[in-house]
């Protein structure tokens, strides 16, 4: 069976200093995989997605960056922390059909507090 | 505009009675999705179920149902004999495509209702 994992599962960082969130997927080949950031009492923003290795798409504008140098590895990074970075951080993935039933799969989440 | 609204900030419930949570969307996309997502306190996000725009009947997973009013662009998560173990947040989504006709990275999910189960 797939499971995804994350780590870690909570962060406290200073303003200024780099990120790095891991995500890693077994039991599937080629998922899709995605980013989101859910801020206090929100719903969840999409921040990147990746269709396979090297392949990184940004849905909005911001401090962090995304790196895909495996098939089922995704990397969130950020080379200076800002106090608006702080959230809750999701790592997901699907099977990759690109259809309407695509079904996402959460990792267990990192809350990251810049301070 | 808003792609998903959940206009219930927090739900009470008392302990195997039904509740609804309601959802409603926005797209223009003929072919889309719609899924519900639990998310307890631990902070997973859990699949619960989905509808699809072309169903013709309403999804239903155990105690989950889905009531989907296509005409009205809603989607409402119907749970049946709640348990305490229910009480957590719930997330509704939609899966959109973009104009070549992908969906990836289309997923827009709404605020959220907290919902509590009490004995």
């Known amino acids: 069976s797939q499971t995804i994992h994350q780590w870690p599962a909570t962060l406290v960082q200073p303003v200024g200093s780099p990120l790095s969130l891991e995500c890693t997927v077994e039991?599937?080949?080629?998922?899709?995989l995605y980013w989101y950031r859910q801020a206090a009492g929100r719903g969840l923003q999409l921040l990147f997605y990746?269709?396979?290795?090297?392949?990184i798409s940004s849905e909005v504008p911001q401090n962090l960056s995304a790196s895909r140098p495996q098939d089922r590895q995704f990397i969130l990074s950020s080379k200076k922390l800002l106090l608006s970075d702080s959230g809750f951080y999701l790592c997901?993935?699907?099977?990759?059909?690109?259809?309407?039933?695509?079904?996402?799969?959460f990792g267990s989440g990192t809350q990251l507090s810049v301070l | 505009a808003q792609k998903i609204t959940q206009t219930q900030p927090g739900m009470f419930v008392q302990e195997k009675e039904a509740v609804t949570l309601d959802c409603t969307y926005d797209?223009?996309?003929?072919?889309?999705?719609l899924f519900w997502y639990k998310q307890p306190s631990s902070g997973e996000m859990i699949f619960l179920i989905y509808?699809?725009?072309?169903?013709?009947q309403n999804a239903t997973e155990g105690r989950y149902s889905l009531n989907f009013q296509k005409a009205r662009k809603s989607a409402n998560l119907v749970i049946s004999a709640s348990q305490l173990g229910d009480s957590a947040m719930y997330f509704c989504?939609?899966?959109?495509?973009?104009?070549?006709?992908?969906?990836?990275?289309?997923?827009?999910f709404g605020r959220g209702t907290q919902l509590t189960v009490w004995p």
């Open positions: 997901a993935w699907s099977l990759g059909t690109g259809a309407p039933n695509e079904k996402l799969f």
């Open positions: 039991g599937t080949s080629n998922p899709n």
């Open positions: 990746s269709v396979g290795i090297g392949q």
């Open positions: 797209t223009s996309d003929p072919s889309y999705g």
């Open positions: 509808q699809g725009s072309y169903d013709q």
């Open positions: 989504a939609m899966r959109e495509r973009n104009d070549r006709g992908s969906t990836l990275g289309r997923l827009y």
